[in-house]
């Protein structure tokens, strides 16, 4: 079932929406792992590539000589098969309606992220991205879904923040998307409510942190150790994070840029030969998408959705 919105109602200072089997759903995340049952995507209408970031500029310089070339009617069916796979896994999925000023609001991953209090509304850097905070807010609005903060401090996106588990976030910052700022400004919110806030710093290449790290079930994740300074992984290993480890290489192409489904289940990109490959001979059932229109535009399928709800 695919939709938009709902009739919201307020019980008890909590936002929630009836859905059509009248379950009441309370809006929050706080754990990246799990059940996934309600997905946050953009509709893909205006999408076409404008320069980015690292990854999107390189494979744009090399257009000619890789041979490449955006094809809508191949986008739309490539985003049309990862709506597919998110319904056939019982996944409910939402949509940031399009704009045709914001082509990149597709990567719904950026614009906003779900806490346990409910949703962040980010600061996008990136000169084609900085009004997408309009019709993602807009989403939450005629949803009923409470915007819990605005980030104000300078600049932080939604694919630099990770929860490694219940009650500890990761945030990175690469300068030239999120800054030191605005992750210390998101990393301060969550210490108030008594989480702990790890800050790390990353190379630009990289774009945001859901490139470098990615939680797969409780305690496991894909990490691209070559992305992160000492520091980070020994902390990581005192958060008892288990790691499936990403090569830079399969890296700066979105390799480890999956979704997790929960129950072992990941969503996937086909060219992540590797990467799928390891995570199948770890047990894990993995759903392979075509999705170079958009990879080859700076993101993978994780930076095209965020949760709104994990079981």
Not at 182 to 197: D, H, I, N, S
Request: net charge negative.
């Amino acid at each position: 079932m695919v939709y938009c919105g709902g009739d919201p109602q307020q019980t008890m200072g909590a936002m929630i929406l009836k859905d059509s089997e009248s379950d009441r759903v309370q809006w929050s995340v706080n754990a990246q792992t799990g059940v996934l049952t309600d997905v946050l995507l953009g509709r893909p209408d205006h999408f076409r590539w404008v320069p980015l970031n690292s990854i999107s500029a390189v494979n744009q310089a090399n257009q000619e000589q890789l041979g490449y070339q955006f094809d809508r009617q191949k986008a739309l069916l490539q985003h049309q098969s990862m709506v597919d796979v998110y319904e056939s896994n019982g996944v409910r999925c939402h949509f940031v309606e399009a704009d045709e000023g914001l082509p990149s609001s597709v990567f719904t991953r950026d614009s906003s992220f779900m806490t346990p209090w409910g949703a962040v509304i980010t600061s996008i850097q990136t000169p084609p991205r900085r009004q997408d905070y309009s019709v993602v807010s807009e989403f939450y609005h005629n949803a009923g879904i409470p915007i819990w903060k605005w980030v104000t401090a300078d600049h932080f996106e939604g694919g630099d923040f990770v929860i490694v588990k219940p009650g500890v976030a990761l945030l990175g910052w690469s300068g030239d998307r999120s800054t030191q700022k605005g992750a210390e400004q998101v990393a301060g919110w969550m210490k108030e409510q008594g989480w702990e806030a790890f800050v790390v710093p990353i190379p630009p290449q990289f774009v945001h942190m859901d490139a470098v790290v990615v939680m797969l079930e409780e305690g496991l994740a894909l990490v691209c150790e070559d992305a992160l300074p000492s520091y980070a992984i020994e902390w990581l290993d005192l958060q008892d994070i288990e790691r499936i480890i990403v090569p830079y290489s399969d890296c700066v192409k979105l390799g480890g840029n999956v979704v997790s489904l929960g129950n072992r289940r990941v969503l996937s990109m086909e060219h992540n030969v590797n990467v799928n490959k390891r995570l199948q001979g770890d047990g894990f059932d993995v759903s392979a998408v075509e999705y170079d229109m958009f990879a080859i535009g700076g993101g993978g399928v994780h930076c095209s959705c965020h949760e709104l709800r994990r079981d």
